[in-house]
């Protein structure tokens, strides 16, 4: 019997279904069906200069140095933040197939959307090493795999950059931060992070990676890290952004 008689035959016994509707799919990517792959929701302009966050034009005026109103009066210690696309349907039932699930090939289906997502922006990162936001150890033991290295070193690739690997170490566990308010995150992940040697990130230009963007403090804290120990620039680039 021939390869592909047998592999439509095992796709028949065990239709592959897609992680974002559940569907029997055909075509597609390695987890999509085409119609799933079109419904990402993805952030374009007009968006915040600083965090990346859309502009809700219904009040907000933007105009090309838009700055949301959360922005003009916190002072953050990274540079500026950008994310792929919304933390909805699709994309969040993607991360957490990729997070969750724990199923590292996911990444596969994410590669395509970083291409097009830094295809206009490339020129920003010139010159800038990436860098993932650590996992601490026990959750890494848990997890089996870091889901923010695994993106990190995607984005490295599509951006051409080198990345540095594991500079920061998560010294304390941070309980999980999904139903707390923005001042419980920022308090939680205070102190959580070192980065070592120091001498690794001096003087460069970071570009600092994570999946999901909430408020911030996360992101935020391993800016405030790096900058401590003289890393010159960090820009941040999450896939997506609650
Ligand atoms: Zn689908
Ligand atoms: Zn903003």
Redo the contacts with the bound molecule.
Sequence with gaps: MGTALLKKMVEGLFPRLCVGCGLAREGGGEHLCPLCQDYIELIAEPH?Q????PAEIDYEYPTEDF??G??QKATFHFDRVRSLGIYDSVLKRLIHFFKYRKQPGAIQEIKPLLKSHFQNDAQAYEGFHVVSVPLHFNKLKERGFDQSFVLAQAVAQVLNLPILVRPISRIRETPPQAKQSRAERAKNVCGAFQVMPPEGVAGKDVLLVDDVMTTGSTVNEVARVLKRAGTHCVHVFTLARA
Aim: some cysteine.
């Design positions: 915040c600083t965090c990346g966050i700055q949301c959360l922005c």
